[in-house]
């Protein structure tokens, strides 16, 4: 299988067919020159990191740009914590049980999401993106659950434990109450690459530049998420699975479940990013976060107008002009602490 492009987002200077098409293989991404390999992930001890993104972590699995990773991923809770909310023994992941029994100390931490990987992908150097294409999500486990606390905590009564939620795989659906019914729209809240070196170990809890706790709600199976690379081999990592959210994720949680999933990983030479940006079957998305939702919206409002004067030979009053006219504006996720988290959504059937 080989990866397509579309040639009109870049700038070549051959004029040959076929020079343009060995341009492509050989520099817009890197090391596909072989069939991509898929690559079975389970989440164990030893393949998790606990709470963090890092560039000093070991990658627990090496593959070459262009190959698929098939991978668990286990929601952010422990046993206990699942017990107390009500769920059966028999039905809590023996792997949960054994990451959280075995995974302590200063192996675990300082945030609290627990993440498959880091993943080595062969080529990834500082400077260059990394092409994260979701290519199926499947739920592990028939059960979520949903907390409270996040954005406005005093609506929360203390005396009620978290919510779990049975999730219905063939209608795609949760029942929030009777009569109240949920959709289910499954993504992986946690993608993320080793921040740059110098941060060092950089807590799961907040996005960033190198994307981690995203929480964006666009992220299903279908949808390409590219990252800036920050140090050799990106390290990519996964997790904090997710059923259904809305923007905001309010409440500190969406319901947050355990996911496999199918993920392939590519090198992109010649992309310089300074944020995440993302594509959907529908969207352009970009991105950006910080403590202040100002910054962080103006800073998601100039990436799509700087995506679309690079892309759509726009002047940026003109791109500008066009976010205005037909982009979304969204506050991704406001409880993910420092950072708030924003994203513009523009439609791609606007370009005809």
């Known amino acids: ?45 030893d393949t998790v990191a606990y709470g963090y993104y890092w560039a000093d972590a070991k990658p627990v699995l090496r593959i070459a740009s262009g190959d698929t990773i098939d991978v668990d991923t286990l929601l952010t809770n422990t046993p206990a914590g699942l017990a107390r909310a009500g769920v059966p023994a028999d039905k809590i992941q023996d792997s949960l049980k054994a990451i959280v029994e075995k995974v302590t100390g200063d192996s675990r931490g300082p945030g609290g999401h627990i993440l498959t990987g880091p993943v080595y992908i062969e080529g990834a150097e500082p400077g260059d993106a990394l092409e994260v294409k979701i290519l199926s999500i499947d739920f592990a486990i028939d059960y979520g659950y949903n907390g409270c606390s996040g ?19 063939k209608a795609m659906t949760a029942e929030f109450l009777p009569g109240i019914v949920v959709p289910l729209k499954p993504f992986f809240g946690s993608m993320g690459v080793a921040p740059a070196p110098e941060l060092g170990r950089v807590s799961s809890n907040p996005p960033g530049k190198h994307a981690g706790n995203l929480d964006n709600r666009e992220l299903v199976a279908g949808s390409t998420l590219y990252i800036p690379v920050f140090a050799p081999g990106a390290l990519f990592e996964i997790g904090d699975g997710h059923a259904a959210q809305g923007d905001g994720e309010v409440d500190q949680t969406a319901i947050e479940t355990s ?29 950006a976060s910080d403590e202040d939702l100002k910054v962080a919206t103006t800073a ?33 996720q406001l409880v993910d602490k420092p950072n708030v988290g924003v994203h513009v959504r523009l439609p791609k059937n606007i370009f005809k």
Request: aromatic letters at 6%; a positive charge.
């Open 151 to 169: 954005f406005i905590p005093s609506n929360c009564d203390r005396s009620v434990s978290q919510k779990i939620f049975a999730l219905d795989k």
């Open 1 to 45: 299988m080989i990866a397509t492009v579309d040639i009109g987002n870049f700038a070549l200077s051959c004029s040959m067919r076929r020079i343009i098409l060995i341009s492509i293989l050989t520099t817009c991404t890197f090391g596909q020159t072989s069939t991509p390999k898929v690559h079975r992930l389970e989440a164990t001890p």
């Open 259 to 287: 996911l496999r999933g199918r993920v392939q990983l590519t090198v992109r030479k010649g992309m310089h990013l300074t944020w995440p940006r993302a594509e959907t079957a529908t969207d352009y998305i970009s991105m």
């Open 300 to 332: 998601a409002i100039q990436e799509m107008v700087d995506f679309l004067a690079a892309t759509r030979k726009l002047t940026k009053h003109q791109a500008y002009q066009v976010v205005s006219l037909a982009g979304n504006v969204a506050v991704t």
